[in-house]
């Protein structure tokens, strides 16, 4: 089964840095979009960015500062956290629209176990 494994959550302090991974593994077809979001105590899920054929799209909260890539023959996403505030303290997920091999006409979506970024001095 396809599976989503993130790392790299921490303690940071304010304007440092970040970066985490989410690595998707298991029989897979097709990735149709990749992406990052987060929820913060007593809020909802919010989309942080996306990447979807190589393009981008980020949250205005975090233009400017965020970077999502992806690496295609590691099948894994990348969001570099720059200059980090501590509104931007959430768990960060990540999720895949992925097509397995044993469907490959049906689109998954799959979220990954979470990873706690906290942004404090």
């Known amino acids: 089964q396809v599976q989503l494994v993130e790392s790299g959550g921490g303690l940071v302090q304010p304007g440092g840095s970040l970066r985490l991974s989410c690595a998707a593994s298991g029989s897979i077809f097709r990735i149709d979009s990749l992406g990052w979001y987060r929820q913060a105590p007593g809020k909802g899920r919010e989309l942080v960015a996306s990447i979807i054929s190589g393009s981008t799209n980020y949250a205005d909260s975090v233009k400017g500062r965020f970077t999502i890539s992806g690496n295609n023959a590691k099948n894994t996403v990348y969001l570099q956290m720059n200059n980090l505030k501590p509104e931007d303290t959430a768990v960060y997920y990540c999720?895949?629209?992925?097509?397995?091999?044993?469907?490959?006409?049906?689109?998954?979506?799959?979220w990954g176990q979470g990873t706690l970024v906290t942004v404090s001095s």
């Open positions: 999720n895949g629209k992925i097509r397995g091999t044993l469907v490959p006409s049906r689109t998954l979506e799959i």
